[in-house]
T-cell receptor, first 115, second 112 residues
């Protein structure tokens, strides 16, 4: 069965610090990978996605992620975080099988950025 | 215009009641979903409809019944609500041939 692991449940950083959130997945087939962000009290928003091609993908708000197939990883990075980046971050894998198209989410990482 | 909209945003109700949550998308997507986010923020898919046809039905109590009157709408009806149903329910939509999904604002359901 497909699964997604986010090992960092809670990360606290100071502004301007660099960020890396880990994401590992378990799926034997071709994967499509996503990072979603959920700001306090809000809905999920897509940060970035990987379908194919360049394994380093850039998303909104200065975020990027690197797909490393050999490590089954898709870590999220940002060189310098801001207080406004405080949110919950979810890694997800798209399990595509025929007509089904469902996202399997990791358990999320709560990022708190201190001013 | 809101791409995926859900109503209501908040729902407080007593155990045993029946309630519905509505979802509409104006993106022209052909697939819609319901996800449940529990108190620990864990997100799990419940249902998926493609062109009004149920294609994913995860292990969900049969008290939960999705209804899709057309491609743009996917409603969730819950019978005999229980305390454990308290959660945030997110509607989402996507095009089956394009991956990822757009999420609604969520409905925070509290069963007392």
């Amino acid at each position: 069965a497909q699964s997604v692991s986010q090992h960092n449940h809670h990360v606290i950083l100071s502004e301007a610090a660099s960020l890396e959130l880990g994401c590992n997945y378990s799926y034997g087939g071709t994967v499509n990978l996503f990072w979603y962000v959920q700001y306090p009290g809000q809905h999920l928003q897509l940060l970035l996605k990987y379908f194919s091609g360049d394994p380093l993908v850039k998303g909104i708000k200065g975020f990027e992620a690197e797909f490393i197939k050999s490590k089954f990883s898709f870590n999220l990075r940002k060189p310098s975080v801001q207080w406004s980046d405080t949110a919950e971050y979810f890694c997800a894998v798209n399990a595509r099988n025929g007509a089904t198209n469902k996202l399997i989410f990791g358990t999320g990482t709560l990022l708190a950025v201190q001013p | 215009d809101t791409a995926v909209s859900q109503t209501p945003k908040y729902l407080v109700t007593q155990m045993g009641n029946d309630k519905s949550i509505k979802c509409e998308q104006n993106l022209g997507h052909d697939t819609m979903y319901w996800y449940k986010q529990d108190s620990k923020k864990f997100l799990k898919i419940m249902f998926s409809y493609n062109n009004k046809e149920l294609i994913i039905n995860e292990t969900v109590p049969n008290r939960f019944s999705p209804k899709s009157p057309d491609k743009a709408h996917l409603n969730l009806h819950i019978n005999s609500l229980e305390l454990g149903d308290s959660a945030v329910y997110f509607c989402a939509s996507s095009h089956v041939s394009r991956f990822g999904a757009f999420f609604g604002q969520g409905t925070r359901l509290t069963v007392v």
